[in-house]
């Protein structure tokens, strides 16, 4: 039996937003007793992406009130356009946050409680023995190591995750709206491949950009400003 299978608490990492053009990352983590899975499934508690958004607010509610505590860190677009300019990945920026909700969480336990405890985080890499590398660079408490496991469809496979990417997913859908209600007009869901998200980048890029919520240095963004700059220089040439 693998040492982190023998825990009384668990504490899962998921993310939301990781591939948006608008708004941030957010990650959340939730930190809860092992025993609370059975009943997490039982209340239909599963991947985020599985849940309609009336189904994920009901749920939020439930989670929170009976886990025992959780955190979010949110990447903001300029925070990921920064990092991506200097040499970093999404994969990193999304390990700083990870390791950020990681020490928040344990920071408080006992070291009793800190050798029972297994700590499970959807890695957003194919390599996840190299992105827990990475990970363990931002982790306070070298000693959770043996704790921590990095798994692909862990919000599939385990309650816990599957708490915090509802979690992730209601923060920053909630994030989303307060900012259409700024903007004072609707940009979609923020992913590329939404139509609204490409109509507003198109007629109201300007106006986005000064809320700083563009992230500039995606491929999505960058089309639409090459378009822009030959389609003035055209013009400029008539």
């Known amino acids: 039996m693998k040492e982190e299978d023998n825990c009384s608490l668990v504490l899962g990492i998921d993310d939301a937003g990781r591939g948006c053009?608008?708004?941030n990352m957010v990650l959340a983590g939730c930190l809860m007793k092992k025993e609370l899975e059975q009943e997490f499934k039982k209340l239909g508690i599963k991947?985020?992406?599985?849940?309609?958004?009336?189904q994920r607010e009901k749920l939020v509610k439930m989670i929170k009130e009976?886990?025992?505590?959780?955190a979010f860190?949110?990447?903001?677009?300029?925070?990921?356009?920064?990092?991506?300019?200097?040499g970093l990945n999404?994969?990193?920026v999304e390990a700083l946050s990870a390791g950020t909700i990681i020490n928040?969480?344990?920071?408080?336990l006992s070291k009793s409680e800190k050798e029972n405890i297994k700590i499970i985080l959807d890695c957003p890499s194919i390599n996840t023995a190299g992105w827990k590398n990475q990970l363990m660079g931002y982790v306070k408490d070298k000693k959770l190591d043996?704790?921590?496991?990095?798994?692909?469809?862990?919000?599939f496979n385990h309650p816990v995750v599957s708490a915090a990417s509802i979690i992730a997913k209601t923060t920053r859908?909630?994030?989303?709206?307060?900012?259409?209600?700024?903007?004072?007009?609707d940009f979609g869901s923020g992913y590329p491949a939404d139509p609204y998200t490409k109509k507003a980048l198109i007629e109201h890029g300007d106006e986005l950009l000064k809320k700083r919520i563009i992230r500039e240095s995606w491929a999505t963004w960058q089309e639409i400003v090459g378009n822009k700059i030959n389609k003035n220089m055209k013009q400029t040439t008539l």
């Open 21 to 23: 053009v608008l708004g």
């Open 47 to 54: 991947d985020s992406k599985l849940l309609s958004p009336i």
């Open 66 to 70: 009976k886990v025992i505590s959780f």
């Open 73 to 86: 860190h949110m990447a903001t677009p300029v925070e990921i356009d920064t990092g991506m300019g200097e």
């Open 90 to 92: 999404l994969n990193l």
């Open 104 to 108: 928040e969480l344990t920071e408080k």
């Open 146 to 155: 043996s704790r921590i496991v990095c798994e692909h469809k862990a919000d």
């Open 173 to 185: 859908d909630s994030e989303i709206e307060k900012l259409k209600k700024e903007v004072g007009f």
